[in-house]
């Protein structure tokens, strides 16, 4: 599968990155690390005719302590939030994620921006052309049905990073750029829950950086992920879990899911268990069952979704009572 042509713009500075993003706009698509755009493009899921490469920008790159907390560049690599210390020592959770991300390799190229902004995916679309077209395409890409819930006009293909459900249960905010203006937004409300359309960003728009805010640091965390292939392989389910303690009492938990929903899902409800008493199994289950409510998996991956949902129950205990025996 060969890459159709196209221009590759390599801009210095954001201020001509965000430029050419207007100037291209609706043509032009964003290369952080390239680690899903390129296979994407050689599937002729994507054909611009500009890419926009980022790497050449060197202020998104870094981590730094800001008065509003750690912000992290959207062109920071996973191989580097993996390796921080003050991530591992502050947002635990978030490195754990990180860490499963594909291989070593990928997490060398691969970016937190890329992650955040990753497509989501359906075995009906992650396919060749060739493919796709032998079944008649699908809502996501070219055609007007959808294969996994016939008769329904919504695409349900199921975001796939590993890293935002962690982000969710730290709180944490981006902040995007355009030409015209710069926004913050959490990062909670950057999903829209559609398979096929399933970011709030406008075609000028580029997210810049990642702010984990004062307030989310020092919770403990756990992320378990189910894979076809343990070495190097996308989520078919996962769940991050975050729980904050003092003087023995637990003030807060979080858990987020990935890759059972066409986005990165907060389970809610959990207030429930805070308090004095703790954790045991018995409350846990309790957290699992709300989180495999949660879950909605269909038939977009090549694990059932009844398998699916059930995994989510099962690590969500596993990993909350692992968080809180640590
Ligand atoms: C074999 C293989 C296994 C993988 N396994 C996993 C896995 O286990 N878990 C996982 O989460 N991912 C996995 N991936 C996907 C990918 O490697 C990661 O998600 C990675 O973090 C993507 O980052 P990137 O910088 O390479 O993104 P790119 O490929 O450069 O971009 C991804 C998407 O985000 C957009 N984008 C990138 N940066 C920005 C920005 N700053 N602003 C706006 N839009 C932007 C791009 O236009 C594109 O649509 C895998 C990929 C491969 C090839
Ligand atoms: S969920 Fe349906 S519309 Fe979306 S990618 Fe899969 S088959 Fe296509």
Sequence with gaps: MSLSEFQLVRPRTLRDALG?????????????????????????????????????????????????????????????????????????????????????????MGTIGGNI???TRCLWYNQSLAWRKSCGFCIKKDGNLCHVAPGGTKCWAAFSGDTPP??????????????????????????????????????????????????????????????????????????????????????????GLTAVNPAPVLVEGLKVLLGDGGVDERAAEHAAELAARTAKPLTTSALTPEYR?????????RALLATIES
């Design 166 to 255: 962690a982000l969710l249960c730290l709180n944490a905010a981006i902040e995007i750029a355009s030409a015209s203006v710069t926004r913050r937004i959490l990062l909670r409300d950057f999903y829209t829950g559609e398979g096929d359309n399933y970011r709030r960003l406008q075609p000028g728009e580029l997210v810049t950086r990642i702010i984990l805010p004062h307030s989310s640091s020092g919770y403990r965390g756990a992320y378990r992920k189910l894979r076809v292939r343990g070495s190097i392989d996308y989520p078919l389910a996962g769940v991050a879990v975050a729980v904050k303690r003092s003087n023995g009492r637990i003030e807060d938990i979080q858990i």
């Design 309 to 317: 949902r059930e995994i989510i129950r099962v690590f969500t205990k």
């Design 20 to 108: 050419s993003l207007t100037e291209h706009a609706g043509n032009i698509r964003v290369l952080a690390g390239g680690t899903d755009l390129l296979p994407s493009m050689r599937q002729k899921l994507f054909e611009p005719e500009h890419i926009l490469d980022l790497r050449r920008i060197e202020g998104l790159k870094e981590i730094r302590e800001t008065e509003h907390g750690i912000e992290i560049g959207a062109l920071t690599t996973l191989h580097e939030i993996e390796h921080s210390q003050v991530l591992r020592q502050q947002y635990p959770v978030l490195v754990e994620a990180a860490k499963t991300v594909a291989s070593p390799l990928i997490r060398h």
């Design 117 to 119: 902004c990753l497509d």
